[in-house]
């Protein structure tokens, strides 16, 4: 790890440092030092090795490292990080925040309307809009705070993650369809279904349903296969990123978005909608965009209650006007109410980053919460039932049907599979579902928190 030099000269170390507070044994995760080592020494705390976190996003750095125990009378190894200067903000991993996994419910539940044909809910299907913005976002921050803490990002624990996050939901989805599809699906043999399994296993179907109109039955998978090729270059381009300044990093991000859209138009005028629609390189502007908001988005107390309603009345209002007149096909649908949708994702996810805000508080509602939960599952599983039941009844009973179904399936799912990989995933490291955590003092003064914008990625 490089040796950089701090304005105090205070140097810690990540790994190496044993401590106790008032006297006792104490697990401690970050504390604010802005003293020099006869600081840390009065606190009880053992210097074993000296080393400096690069200052890649200042002011603000997430200090997340793992604990060790080294002797000190037993005591649990504490996490002990030296500001960049004073008055600088070494945090706590960001808080979960409740308000984005009601996002997801919100999100999912437009999709499977949309897919069920229910009446008001026919342009739906910009719910996947709010998907991508939300991830770019999340995947950004998980990126950025492993930067500001290691100066580097662990591409083999990244890819990990997120395999152990997205594949053994969807195996269960697809061993599933396997056995069902057959049965449902007669006209197409038993080797179209396998090669509409194997592109989405291997996450092509945003290009094979451009371009070849595959898969027949599994045509919502797409969107994974958009974020699957986004997590494989997004790293890359957050290292390039970290090396100019923070205002330079803004430019950058809004310029790729404007380019990225200007793309999606071009092909759009001179290919048509359905190679414009589906493609990872067409649809990366709403990643950028979430991104362009973590980067933006640092800290709580830069938005007011106020700033945070007035966002929401904003992204509610885009967000009806994309419901209302962006039609499926439609040529301004595409060319224009995409980056209305994704004003929408932006309008949320700021105003939800203030727990205060109306918007947090519709979006932390326990009924939208806990969807927001297995939203991932039930956007597996709801799209072959709607597919199937809406020839068969009318939207009024295909909506509930569809979404008691995806429920049902999505918690077996959450239940058997990705709750149990949960515990080794946060043993990678990445944000957390706990608890927000209380500001810590140090020597009298108080470490405020960031903001509380995380949630399990």
Known sequence: MPRLPFLDNTTVT????????????????????????????????????CVNFPQYFPPYRTARVPERTHGCGGSTTTTVAAAPHKGALLALPFPYNPALDGLRAVAVLLVIADHCD??????????????????????????????????????????????????????????????????????????????????????????????????????HTWSLSVEEHFYLIWPFAVLLLARIGPRGRLVVLFGLYLLASAWRIYIYETQGWDATYYRFDTRIDGLICGALLATALRHKDLISERAANVAGVVAWAALTVCLSIGFWRAPWSLVIMTNVAHVAAFGLLVSASTKESRVSLVLSAPPLVGIGVISYGMYLWHYPAAIYLRELFPSYLTGPIVLGFSIAMATISYLAVERPLQRYRRSLGGHQRNAATKPAAVGGEQVPQTAAVATTT
């Open 14 to 49: 990540r790994d190496d440092i044993t401590c106790r507070i008032d006297r006792r044994p104490k697990r401690c995760s970050v504390q604010y030092i802005t003293g020099r080592r006869e600081r840390l020494t009065s606190l009880g705390c053992e210097i074993k090795e």
């Open 118 to 219: 229910v009446t008001v809910f026919d342009q739906g299907y910009f719910g996947v809009d709010l998907f991508f913005v939300l991830s770019g976002f999340l995947i950004t921050r998980l990126l950025v705070d492993e930067i500001g803490a290691t100066g580097r990002i662990d591409l083999w624990r990244f890819y990990l993650r997120r395999l152990l996050r997205l594949t053994p939901p969807l195996l269960l989805f697809l061993a599933a369809y396997l056995l069902i599809a057959p049965l449902l699906w007669p006209q197409l043999d038993l080797m179209s279904h396998v090669r509409d399994a194997a592109l989405v296993a291997f996450y092509l179907t945003d290009y094979s349903q451009a371009f070849w109109h595959n898969p027949k039955v599994l045509i």
